[in-house]
């Protein structure tokens, strides 16, 4: 399959926004994402669907951050791993998902991990990244608020 017709060029791999460094999510960050991703399983529980994180495990994690992975490479939807960009800590997640079976829209997607920034400070840092994926996606991007 190849890529999202609206996304044939891609997203960028990297980008420094409000003080976060964004590289793609992928199998390299397992141990962190999964930690992440469980101590903030209340603040996500049904984000993607009505049951995730509930019960999400080390390898069914790997497993889907292998398929974002693959996804970012094909050009299909795009995942990034929020880190800090001084210390390199690991805050969250982004994502950008073009419409399925469509073209001219996208949903994005941005969460941080408990406790990682205070809550002004998650708010600022999520408008910034939607600024930064409104002006770099070729289509208007929607966002979803896991609130």
Known sequence: MGPHPDFV????ETATIADLHLTPLGP???VEDFAAVTESAEALSGLFGDTWPAGLTLE???EELMWHRKEFRDRRS????????AAGDYRGCAY???EIGGRGT????VWFRTGALAPV??????????AWLRATAPVPVSFQDPG
């Open 9 to 12: 060029d891609g997203m960028p």
């Open 28 to 30: 390299a960050d397992l």
């Open 60 to 62: 069914r994690n790997l």
């Open 78 to 85: 795009f995942a990034w791993v929020l880190r800090g960009a």
């Open 96 to 98: 950008l998902y073009p």
């Open 106 to 109: 996208a949903r994005a997607f």
């Open 121 to 130: 400070a998650a708010a600022e840092a999520t408008g910034a990244i939607l």
